[in-house]
């Protein structure tokens, strides 16, 4: 696992169900949150070509860039500001098909057209963080990312512990 993916399959949900055993191994190995994260975005946008995908962390009452891949990105985001500000303050997934009719959003990136952003919680449901994914393509996220990314989410709250 530590130089490519092994996905075959051909829909969303069968090459999100091959990827999680896989980031499961690759983090089974190493202890460190940050090159879990980091290993973790890189494999995600590999595995279906997302525009941006990363971390944001909670320090205070921030969100605070974490590992991603992709262009550069926001570094500080006030709690309850944009999608992954709102993802930590309602502790909840953030489905957003066009970024311009979301009120407040952050853009980052102008050329962001929808978001997923899946809040990232500890065994008492408090946010440590969350997983921002965009695409350039509007309407690119449903309910299949939404399920596995907040699997993918369990997976780094365990990193993070």
């Known amino acids: 696992m530590a130089e490519h993916l092994i996905l075959s399959h051909i829909t969303k949900a ?5 990827l999680l055993p896989q980031l499961k191994a690759l983090v ?3 202890r460190n949150a940050v090159a879990n994260m980091a290993n973790i975005a890189s494999a995600l946008r590999m595995a279906f070509g997302f525009f ?3 971390f944001y962390l909670v320090e205070g009452q921030e969100l605070v860039l ?6 550069i990105a926001c570094t500080r985001i ?3 500001r944009g999608v992954c500000g709102t993802a930590w303050a309602k502790a909840a997934t953030q489905l957003v098909p066009d970024v311009e009719a979301f009120p407040g959003h952050i853009a980052c990136s102008s050329s962001s057209r929808s978001e997923i952003v899946v809040p990232i919680k500890d065994a008492q449901g408090q ?3 969350v997983i921002d994914v965009d695409s350039d393509q509007l309407d690119d996220f449903d ?3 939404a399920l596995h990314l907040e699997a993918i989410a369990e997976l780094v709250a365990q990193c993070l512990r």
């Open 66 to 71: 974490g590992p991603f891949q992709g262009d």
């Open 78 to 80: 006030p709690c309850g």
């Open 28 to 30: 089974s190995y190493e």
């Open 143 to 145: 309910e299949v990312d």
């Open 52 to 54: 941006w995908v990363g």
């Open 14 to 18: 069968e090459r999100y169900a091959e």
């Open 127 to 129: 946010v440590l963080g």
